[in-house]
Each structure stands twice: as C-alpha cells, then as structure tokens.
C-alpha cells in the first residue's frame, strides 16, 4: 500500500464512521444500521494486498468500538472487522472481482462480521437472546448489501487508481 492509498483509505473509514454513527442512526430499522466502515474495508480487501486490508479492518474496529455511542465491550468490533479483512481478501485472488461476485462478498462479510460481533457480546455476557442476535444479523446483512451500489464501486475504483501494480501491469 503506498501512503497516498492509506491516507485515502483512512480518510475514507473517516468519512464512513461520521456517516455511520451520526447520519444512519436517524435511518435506523430498529435501531440496526448500515456498517459502512465495513463496506470501507471489503472494498479495501478486494483491491489492496491482504494485509494492509486487514490493519485498515482493525483500525475501523478499533474506531467503531470506541466513538460514542458505543456501549460494548471494546474490540468486538476489530475482531470482526480483520476476520473480514482477511476473508473478502481471500476472495481477490489477483482477479478483478464481477459485480456478483463484489455482492456475494459484501453479504458474507456483514454475515460473518456481525455475526462475531453479536457471538462475542453473547459470549461475554452483554445480553440479547439468539432470535434477536439473527434478526440483527440478517437486517444488517440486508442494510449492507442495498447499499454495495452505492459505496463500492467508486471506493474500488480509487483504491484501483492508486495501485501501483496497475501502472506495472
């Protein structure tokens, strides 16, 4: 990753963070949001080398569990966040990914990455019972994949842009 490519990966996590926790509360479907940071982070993983995606996921988990109005145990969200760094990086496999294929990625990293989130809390005793965690975990997944349009796109083409292996290639 060159500087220019992490200083607009972070000041994209930024930007998605603001959004998420001042903008989409005001959108809630009960009380459940789009997680942009991790938008942010798959189209990081699917256009940057594998570990840089994954210190990007743990700096936008880290973020997410400590800006207000966070009220769970911290780093929850930085486990989940790098285990879906490291997944949707797995995807890319040096390939530019279809549109289906950026899809089915973003629906199995919120699957995945919150459904750690919710695991963890439910395993350190931060309440909420199983039907509610799946309720969560598939509204969430719904949140995440209406807005993949959206928001991918014009992230991968920038982090594309930025690659230096394209002017290489």
């Known amino acids: 990753m060159t500087r220019t490519q992490g200083f607009?990966?972070?000041l994209a996590l930024a930007?998605?963070?603001v959004l998420q926790v001042s903008v989409f509360p005001h959108l809630a479907w009960h009380g459940i949001?789009?997680?942009?940071?991790?938008?942010v982070v798959v189209a990081a993983a699917l256009t940057m080398d594998a570990p840089s995606a994954m210190v990007l996921g743990f700096a936008a988990g880290v973020a997410l569990d400590l800006v207000p109005p966070a009220d769970h145990v911290a780093g929850r969200?930085?486990?989940?966040?790098?285990v879906v760094a490291f997944l949707a990086a797995r995807v890319r496999q040096d390939v530019k990914p279809t549109a289906t294929a950026v899809i089915a990625t973003v629906a199995a990293a919120s699957f995945v990455g919150t459904s750690i989130f919710a695991l963890?809390?439910?395993?350190?005793g931060e309440g909420g019972s199983v039907p509610?965690?799946?309720?969560?975990?598939a509204v969430a997944l719904v949140w995440d994949v209406l807005l993949t349009p959206?928001?991918?796109p014009p992230?991968?083409?920038m982090f594309d842009r930025l690659d230096p292996r394209a002017v290489t290639a």
Do not use: H, Q
């Open 150 to 152: 959206l928001v991918l």
């Open 132 to 137: 509610d965690l799946l309720l969560v975990i």
């Open 155 to 157: 992230l991968m083409k």
């Open 15 to 17: 930007v998605a963070l």
């Open 8 to 10: 607009l990966a972070m």
């Open 77 to 82: 969200w930085a486990l989940a966040l790098t």
């Open 120 to 124: 963890t809390g439910l395993v350190l």
């Open 33 to 39: 949001v789009p997680n942009l940071c991790l938008l």
